[in-house]
């Protein structure tokens, strides 16, 4: 048997009451639960094994300073994520916040470069599966992500709090592969750690080039990505406990603990590479069997395979939350408003996650650069706009409303707005483009379904918060 979410108010923004509500999404989750989901979206390991890799093939020693760039960058925007979380606790995320506080056609903006983060991300940490399930069976990355998302749509569809205590656990392990990697780098270093500042990358015949900062602002949306899950945390602020407390914990928690398991090691793989060229071609599995032996090698790439399927449930599960969302909050015609808004007996709301799964699955059969480049360009977006409407959080009935409220405002969010605008101006020409084209369809559909439908369609819903 499930249920439905009934249709919103129409008034612009609503509160469910007490009285009145369907069934919602159970607060079932305090800050280590949170974390843990949250963290397992970030999924360090996976991160570090199917991302960063790619960044050693561009930026070689420049890598960590990069990342290191980015993280600065995500602190930043955490802080935004923080303040509007707890001041618009909603499992729509990116698009409550921003449509509560910004007009709902920025909401809807930011709910479509959301919507191409949580369709791409995963089939992009799935596919590398394939190379760490090497040592015990040979499959193309294409078929092996594509039955890691089918795998996480399955775990989806269970109970969330049993899926944190599952993910708690693959978690540990890839902290484990993490920090393996690291006393091994750091073991066997090659190079001192001025190498980490001046960047130099080296070709398949092992000539070297300097990066220059250029080059390090043109990879900044995939150094953005290899952190990106922070800010999932609030997808899960319907079922957090104490929201107005918790999310912003969470938030900051998940992006402290991702940069330390994500940067050391890859700190302690530059250092270690036996030469440039190696660091530059990324296989840090080779790296890992040359520091030690073939068994540790093997049950390193296990504990790699392991997280990454780790990181698909996770994203499966809160990215369904997004689509639940914008079920409930009508942004499309109505049948596919009910059917993203039903929930099955494990209270999981089934066809958000199918639609999140199976589309996940196929796009694994897409081409990897471009999907990680398109990426890149979507979540610097998002944080931009994100940026954009944190300057909005204080203003109205917002001004004195109890919420986590971060410093230096308003200078660090007027601050990250000009960065990301920047940052944007540097990324991969072809993402841009794509991305701009699915912005411009969905800004057609806002025009010409959405806005004439103003009192029944795009009525961003706030459930009750029940722990001010």
Known sequence: MTDTLR?????????????????????????????????????????????????????????????????????????????????????GGEYAMVGTLAGRFAGWLVFIQSLLVVMIVPAVIAIGTAAYLAPIVHVSGPVAGAAVMLAATVAGLLDLRANAWITGVFLVLEVIAAGVVSVLGFAHSQRGVGSLVHGVVADGNGVSTSVGFSAMLAAMGVALFVTQGFSTAIYLSEELENPR????????????????????????????????????????SAMVAGWSNSALGTFISLCIALAIINAGIVMVIQNSRVLFSSGRDKAWPEPVNKAFGTLNRFNAPWVSTLAVGIPGAALCFAKLDLL?????????????????AALFSRRGAHKDAPAWRQPLWPVLPALLVVALVYVMTQLDTTALIWTAAITAAASLYWVFYLRPRQDSRWVITLPEDEQV
């Open 7 to 91: 249709p919103p108010a129409t008034a612009p923004t609503v509160t469910v009451s007490t009285a009145d509500a369907p069934r919602k999404l159970n607060r079932s989750l305090g800050v280590v639960g949170g974390t843990l989901l949250t963290l397992s979206c970030v999924t360090p390991a996976s991160s570090l094994f199917v991302l960063v890799p790619t960044l050693f093939n561009t930026l070689g020693s420049a890598t960590a300073l990069t990342i290191g760039i980015g993280a600065i960058i995500c602190v930043a925007v955490a802080f935004c994520y923080s303040e509007l979380g707890t001041l618009i606790p909603s499992a």
């Open 372 to 388: 990680m480049n398109v990426t890149g360009v979507s979540v610097a977006a998002l944080y931009l706009l994100v940026a954009v």
């Open 245 to 284: 407390r918790n999310v912003a914990r969470t938030v900051l928690w998940t992006l402290a603990l991702s940069v330390v398991v994500i940067l050391l090691p890859v700190i302690a793989i530059t250092l270690g590479a036996p030469d440039l060229a190696t660091l530059t071609g990324g296989d840090i």
